[in-house]
């Protein structure tokens, strides 16, 4: 399949409604300048081919992207006991909820709402040294150069993080939280602001098509078990309250950020990042969630 001509196409198409549609997050202050005239698209094969088109070099906070590495991070560490404080099931509230956390008893009902993904963190502050550093350094391994926290990102989420905070005194509250909250929180908002591309995130995730094991070797990242969990919960909790119309109209599992990336797996046949600033209603790329669809439909490439 020429998906170099696919990725082209797809980006042809799309370039004349950028800034035209959606909009990008502005809660957090660094991306409220961020240009939504942008928009870039990678892939890798399991056997290495890449594919670019558009603004794919153009590095970007990953945001909640980060989640899934975490999560990775925390099977490594943590195994089946991870599950004893996160659950498994969409949300179908709003990825910060404090409601659903209430009436749960402090236990996050996956890993990739806000907080879950702070529970997460909790767990990788218990067992690292340095919970944002890990997260760092094993996507800089997984894309095969180095890549870094974006410090004024950084800053800035800490400066609105207040709900973030909230969520995490709540679990502790409930005895859910081990670790001081603020190192926690810390943790969490460094993660996210790491900056890639979407090329590097298209490397990055390349393990998760490859039942686990490394993009550039055999080396095992996490078992092909882990891996097809992981799948699973992108496919089903992996773009905040749009999960299912992802599912419907795309069939991939998939993770975004509110800075407008999306990863999405092809099991056994490659990874995907596409990334558009500008977002939906959901808090999805608008464009990125199009072009992935368009993707799907013009290779048949799905889990279904």
């Avoid at 290495?48 to 980060?66: H, K, N, P, R, Y």
């Avoid at 098509?209 to 070797?217: T, V, Y």
């Amino acid at each position: 399949m020429d998906y170099q001509s696919i990725l082209d196409d797809i980006h042809d198409e799309l370039r004349p409604r950028l800034g035209a549609e959606g909009s990008v997050a502005s809660y957090i202050p660094a991306l409220a300048d961020v240009s939504p005239s942008q928009f870039g698209m990678a892939l890798r094969s399991c056997d290495g081919l890449e594919a670019s088109a558009g603004d794919a070099t153009t590095t970007f906070s990953i945001q909640s992207i980060s989640k899934v590495f975490a999560l990775t991070l925390g099977m490594r560490h943590v195994g089946e006991g991870l599950w004893e404080r996160i659950g498994r099931e969409p949300s179908g509230n709003p990825f910060n909820s404090l409601t659903q956390l209430e009436y749960e008893g402090g236990i996050p009902r996956n890993p990739f709402i806000n907080a879950g993904a702070i529970a997460v963190s909790d767990r990788l502050v218990s067992h690292c040294r340095d919970a944002a550093a890990e997260v760092e350094a094993l996507l800089s391994d997984l894309c095969g150069e180095a890549v870094s926290v974006d410090e004024e990102v950084a800053a800035s989420e800490a400066s609105t993080g207040s709900r973030n905070l909230a969520l995490a005194h709540f679990m502790r509250s409930f005895g859910k939280l081990d670790n001081d909250v603020y190192t926690v929180v810390d943790a969490y908002f460094r993660q996210c602001s790491i900056r890639m591309s979407a090329l590097q995130l298209a490397r990055a995730s390349n393990y998760l098509c490859r039942d686990g094991l490394h993009p550039f070797d055999d080396r095992e990242v996490i078992t092909e078990r882990q891996a097809r969990r992981i799948n699973a919960l992108m496919l089903t909790c992996g773009t905040y309250d749009a999960a299912g119309e992802f599912a419907f109209l795309i069939g991939l599992p998939c993770k975004s950020g509110v800075s407008g990336g999306i990863i999405a797996v092809v099991p056994d046949t490659l990874s995907l990042c596409v990334w558009s600033p500008a977002l939906d209603e959901t808090h999805n790329s608008l464009l990125g969630r199009k072009a992935l669809a368009m993707f799907a439909a013009r290779t048949d490439l799905s889990i279904f």
